[in-house]
């Protein structure tokens, strides 16, 4: 017999022993306090609301990065930006593209209004490209600070389920004198089972939160670069002009 099939039998041993001593995860949870099982089930919604948000954000900020490669190959490429600007403005746009077409949006508004004052323009258009930057920047960062919220808290609020278990557990065998394992074990394992549901939702959260900073950080670095790209272009667009 092999160690892999001896540590499968074992394996299979103790968790029929487990829950056929009421140890599943289902008899946990029904067996425990009710202010553990409100513990429990707001740290599960919480790791669920987090996964959600988890996912929809791999999403965002993967077509982010794609649609700012895809830009800047367009941009670089020697199309005219009038074109670029015509065919990006027919649609929605996002991240470096939003960036650009707001920025289009802003020269043309003021060089088809005969605008005299030259160097206004270009600061106008470094403002809107700020602005927008913000803005792009506040749309993909949304909901982050929800993950950064669990990962810091989901532990505590786990670990108040477990103390509060244990309170319990204590109680019981004060009023029934006995500290066997049989009658201690139960409540104990109600209560660690709150911590390990916190640990759950926090680790996750945590670990996606700083992937999801690191994007968003790489993110704005290539807007601000970009932005002031397009301001040098600006910049030499008004010295040709004056």
Known sequence: MTLATTFAILLNQQLGAVNGSGFSFLQ???QAHIVVQIVMVGLL???VWSWAIIVEKL???R???IEADRFEQLFWSGQSLDELYATLSRGKSIAIAALFVAAMREWKRSVEGQIRALGGIQMRVEKVMDVTTSR???RLDR???FLATVGSTAPFVGLFGTVWGIMNSFQAIAVSKNTNLAVVAPGIA???FATALGLLAAIPAVVFYNKFQADSAQISHRLEAFADEFSAIVSRQIDARG
Do not use: D, N, Q, Y
Request: hydrophobic share 65%; no cysteine.
């Open 28 to 30: 946990l949870f029904l």
């Open 45 to 47: 919604l919480a790791s």
């Open 59 to 61: 999403f965002a900020f």
């Open 63 to 65: 077509r982010a990065r």
């Open 136 to 138: 792009e920047m506040e």
């Open 143 to 145: 909901r982050l600070l």
């Open 190 to 192: 109600e209560a660690l």
